[in-house]
């Protein structure tokens, strides 16, 4: 197993993801908790020692299955990370009671790392009025008390919700878990992210890193050109060497869903094998064709804002637009545009076309919008 130094400890750099846990009869509430027992322990005889959950995981019971398997081992021979569910809004006021509620489902009286759960545009707000929902004070409390040995963030909100959240909370957070892959690197300015947790020198955790499953396999063509460049190597094995090869990473989750996923990320994580400048332009190139297909060439430039009677961020739907069409519908856009006031949703477009006159990559944009709107329903 790599391992990679965080302060004062030791971590994994192949963290236990505990989302996508086996279940029973396709049934996401129900673990198959046996399996899941078994998986754990394989982890920690391999030398996994980093194991993250959260409060809505496997219809809130991931938590409790955990527990249970942790509890087998003695304390210090694994490090534990949960996270405050503020992705819901009915839990912004229930810091305390949802906190207590986890150490007892974990049976622990400490965790060694907890996040502040995906910072995004709809909940940013939220969690730095502090003055209200007490979000930040109450965590910090339970650091200096000794129940938060390592307090850090999750993000799946654009660079701007990013930078508010560091400029807010940046000093006192200890960790960023970011979706990160090859894809992502570009996609959802995942370079930019890390560029600037560097600045801020706050390790980098990934989550995602084979977006769901997408990276686990690619088209032939895909297959052929980079068993070309190494034959013994698996393909999911790609989009981990890929991420051990990015500065300021220091643990890459993965949520495994039986042994055999489990063992082949194993034997992947046995050893560093960082990608050459050959290799590494040779993924993002195909990266990048993946990327151009049902999405739109947007580059960003803004001549479309001035130029739209109703004031839209069209640079920023159009990218949404892209996520929402790639990824086949999930929550990323629909999250971000939650946080937009109606008049400034792809549905308040008029199509009057004024964006497209002066759209140097001649998008059709008032039919992308139009389709946008459609696929949102």
């Not at 996040?115 to 545009?121: K, S, T």
Request: glycine share 6%.
């Amino acid at each position: 197993m790599i391992y990679r130094d965080f302060q004062d400890i030791r971590l994994s750099a192949l963290g236990f993801g505990a989302m996508r846990l086996p279940v029973i009869d396709g049934d996401d509430s129900r673990i198959d908790e046996a399996a899941a027992l078994r998986m754990v322990d394989t982890a920690m005889e391999k030398g996994i020692n980093y194991y993250d959950t959260a409060w809505g995981y496997h219809g809130e019971n991931s938590e409790l299955v955990m527990g249970k398997a942790q509890a087998r081992y003695p304390r210090d021979s694994f490090y534990l990370a949960t996270k405050f569910p503020g992705y819901d809004a009915s839990n912004w006021g229930k810091v305390e009671e949802i906190f207590e509620a986890q150490l007892k489902k974990l049976n622990v009286e400490y965790f060694d790392f907890y996040l502040f759960h995906n910072v995004c545009e709809m909940n940013v707000d939220a969690y730095l009025d502090d003055e209200k929902y007490h979000i930040y004070s109450y965590l910090m409390a339970q650091k200096r008390n000794g129940r938060i040995r390592h307090l850090g963030f999750s993000c799946h909100g654009d660079l701007p919700v990013l930078k508010r959240f560091l400029d807010a909370y940046g000093k006192d957070m200890e960790f960023c878990q970011l979706q990160l892959n090859y894809l992502d690197w570009t996609f959802q300015h995942g370079k930019e992210k890390v560029a600037l947790l560097n600045e801020w020198q706050i390790p980098v955790w990934v989550m995602e890193p084979l977006r769901g499953g997408k990276l686990a396999s690619l088209s032939p063509e895909y297959e052929k050109e980079l068993k070309a460049l190494r034959p013994d190597e698996e393909i999911p094995a790609w989009a981990f060497r890929f991420l051990q090869s990015i500065p300021g990473i220091t643990v890459i989750l993965s949520g495994m869903s039986d042994q055999e996923q489990l063992e082949k990320n194993l034997a992947t994580f046995a050893e560093d094998k960082k990608l050459t400048d050959t290799e590494m332009n040779a993924l993002m190139d195909i990266a990048k064709k993946m990327l151009s297909v049902g999405t739109v060439p947007c580059t960003a430039c803004h001549y479309c804002v001035s130029h739209c009677p109703m004031g839209l961020d069209i640079p920023h739907l159009l990218s949404l637009y892209n996520e929402h069409a790639y990824t086949g519908g999930g929550f990323i856009a629909p999250m971000a545009l939650s946080a937009l006031p109606a008049d400034k949703l792809p549905s308040a477009c008029l199509q009057c076309r004024s964006c497209e006159q002066v759209c140097p990559q001649q998008i059709r944009i008032s039919e992308v919008l139009a389709d946008f709107s459609r696929k949102l329903g």
